[in-house]
């Protein structure tokens, strides 16, 4: 069995390997936090949370370089299953070597319940996708589980929510994006509110169970004190007697 830290040391190898290439890759997903969250990280571990793969986003004009740089560090791809993938903007890549180990690369947005665009994000930080984007990765998901909810935990108690990106949860940027989008600001508030009844369910200090729901109801705060566009304003007046997300298609692994 791999040790848990081989998968994080893994998405710094080809992170390293993808900017030797010139290829502007950060990386998402659980490894981002576990990498962002080192004062933290512990709550993976002790709450139950196991890393299962890579999750990387790159740009669309990388997309025929980024088969053969994987190809170089010992993946394959599925070429059946490429097909289907990459109309989710997407690439599986297989390791050769540990056949439990798979690379998910995106392209230019991150296509589920809702979208997140990252074009013009990718320089903000580094080797990870910035901590706004890591936090509207997770609230993005209509039928958000507990391993992402232990995510949105650990980042909140790592870090400060303020209006910039250094080391802080840019509240500014996520409250901007939700006032132009009144289906993603739908599910991402319900879901930071369903986050904090959760918190009550997991063994964790009273003083980090109270800073958590504290950030959370900053976030809600500006989040609703963000003045919001015309398109928002009649999209919430349909509210939801019309779907408001996405399905995702499952590709299985």
Not at 108 to 117: F, Y
Not at 188 to 195: F, Q, S
Not at 235 to 246: D, L, N, P, S, V
Request: proline share 2%.
């Amino acid at each position: 069995m791999p040790e848990k830290n081989d998968l994080v040391d893994e998405a710094i190898r080809i992170f390293n390997y993808a900017k030797e290439k010139g290829i502007l890759l950060r990386l998402m997903g659980s490894i981002a936090f576990r990498i962002h969250c080192p004062k933290f990280s512990w709550i993976h571990e002790e709450l139950g949370r196991a890393l299962t793969d890579i999750d990387c986003m790159t740009l669309g004009k990388y997309i025929s370089h980024i088969p053969k740089i994987f190809t170089e560090i010992g993946y394959e791809l599925n070429k059946e299953e490429a097909e289907s993938s990459i109309l989710l903007g997407r690439y599986i890549f297989y390791n050769k070597e540990h056949k439990g180990w798979h690379v998910d690369v995106f392209f230019d947005r991150l296509n589920m319940c809702h979208t997140i665009d990252f074009r013009g994000r990718l320089e903000i930080d580094s080797p990870t996708v910035s901590l706004a984007d890591l936090m509207l990765e997770k609230l993005q998901i209509v039928k958000i589980n507990e391993k992402d909810i232990k995510d949105v935990i650990m980042l909140l108690l790592e870090h400060k929510i303020g209006n910039g990106d250094l080391e802080t949860i840019n509240s500014a940027y996520i409250s901007s994006l939700l006032s132009q989008d009144w289906e993603f600001y739908y599910t991402a508030t319900n879901n930071l509110k369903k986050i904090k009844i959760f918190l009550d369910e997991y063994e964790l200090k009273d003083e980090y169970r109270s800073e958590v729901k504290e950030k959370i109801d900053q976030l809600l705060k500006d989040i609703e004190q963000e003045p919001k566009s015309f398109k928002w304003k009649i999209r919430a007046k349909i509210g939801t007697k019309q779907k408001w997300y996405k399905d995702v298609e499952d590709i299985s692994h």
